[in-house]
């Protein structure tokens, strides 16, 4: 952006995370990184107060500080802006799915036109705004152009159920305040890695295709993928459209898609990985599946399966534990979250639990959909079910059952 562009950071804390949000990792980079890519160059100026932008400073872009947005619709915002010629604009998008899919637990504003407001600003008066001016803001509607995934599971079952079809695009913007929002902002940002097409990025997936040979979509896929130095990956895994940083080992026969591994990440073998940005020194065990998550630098994931699910740092789900990421089996209820105190509904029908830094989930537990592991939080499975002493005087062949560490005869009715 040649546009010169401030970023209002009011000290905006993750919820349950307790960091910074500028910090809140989205495909492995912190807020902040893709801020200033959107914005720059030059790197956009960044205020915890109105009063620090310099009163002759006009003509400028003003963000919240967590907001997540794309350079593509900075462009078109800022050229929308212009032309409205308001003094004062503010970013509004029309209700779609996009909106719909995205906004829950979101601090963005409903105007009376029905259009949803973000906090994006461009001020074409000199000096810093106040406060009353950012509330009454010109609202500028950008034209997004959406691009709807509908849910092949439900559609092969041929079960309708609302709220599972998303929309993603390339003009995407997004406010981060709840840590559901990272599953969110994760999917989002991988589709804008991919599918906003420069012409550097143009010619690299031309010579991708070249690669490939005969067209073919998982070849294109495998093409398409980035390894950073030293890498170590089996023959027979597979690895379609991902990030690889530096030292990272898959497996044999894993599967990793979408996703983006930071340096010296593990996935075993046999693993099933989709979508998911994993932290650098994280691991994922064999045979487990983790599909739309974030594992924070050093989590560890070792169990059947995680979907939409956010492990902090060094947090660790051990094997026999689950993550269950669905409240209702028929389809009709939200998961429920906390949020400022309040249970609500988390505007999803999936959603897996929050494990926080260096948290750990032992074996046999099960956490339950949208529920917040706090950090340090060491939880194991009722010790009465755990099989300490088993006596030799056993009835042979006759069934028996956990009871208080030891093990007591089936009751036959």
Request: charged share 20%.
């Amino acid at each position: 952006m040649s546009a010169l562009a401030f970023v209002w950071d009011q000290g905006q804390a993750l919820e349950f995370l307790d960091e910074p949000v500028a910090d809140a990792l989205i495909m492995n980079r912190p807020l902040r990184a893709h801020q200033d890519d959107a914005l720059g160059p030059p790197a956009p100026t960044r205020v915890q107060a109105l009063g620090e932008i310099p009163p002759q400073a006009r003509d400028y872009l003003l963000v919240r500080g967590h907001v997540f947005l794309t350079r593509r619709l900075v462009h078109r915002f800022v050229e929308a802006a212009r032309a409205s010629g308001a003094q004062t604009a503010v970013l509004a998008l029309e209700p779609g799915l996009y909106v719909r899919s995205t906004r829950a637990l979101m601090d963005v504003e409903d105007g009376a036109d029905g259009r949803v407001r973000y906090g994006v600003y461009w001020r074409a008066a000199p000096g810093p705004p106040t406060a009353s001016e950012l509330a009454g803001a010109t609202p500028v509607v950008v034209s997004i152009k959406e691009h709807p995934l509908r849910n092949d599971m439900l559609a092969r079952r041929g079960v309708e159920a609302e709220g599972f079809d998303v929309a993603l695009t390339t003009c995407a913007v997004l406010h981060i305040r709840h840590w559901s929002h990272l599953v969110i902002a994760n999917y989002v940002a991988l589709f804008c890695h991919w599918f906003d097409l420069t012409p550097r990025k143009a010619l690299r997936y031309l010579g991708a295709l070249v690669r490939a040979g005969w067209p073919s979509r998982h070849r294109l896929l495998r093409a398409l993928s980035v390894r950073g130095r030293r890498c170590n990956v089996h023959a027979s895994a597979v690895v379609e459209a991902s990030l690889l940083g530096d030292q990272v080992e898959v497996g044999p026969c894993a599967v990793v898609r979408g996703c983006v591994l930071g340096d010296r990440v593990k996935i075993d073998s046999f693993a099933n990985v989709n979508y998911t940005s994993i932290g650098a020194g994280g691991y994922v065990s064999f045979h487990t599946v983790c599909n739309l998550s974030v594992l924070y630098p050093q989590a560890m994931l070792c169990q059947i399966g995680a979907q939409m699910t956010v492990l902090g740092r060094r947090a660790t789900a051990l094997s026999g534990s689950l993550l269950m990421d669905l409240r209702d089996p028929y389809l009709v209820e939200e998961v429920k979250v906390l949020d400022r105190g309040q249970r609500v509904a988390s505007g999803r029908k999936l959603l897996g639990p929050l494990i926080g830094h260096d948290a750990i989930v032992a074996a046999g537990v099960t956490v339950a959909p949208g529920v917040v592991v706090p950090a340090g939080a060491y939880l194991v499975r009722d010790p009465a079910g755990i099989v300490r002493r088993v006596e030799d005087t056993l009835e042979p062949r006759a069934p028996h059952m956990p009871h208080q560490g030891g093990v007591a005869p089936v009751k036959k009715r």
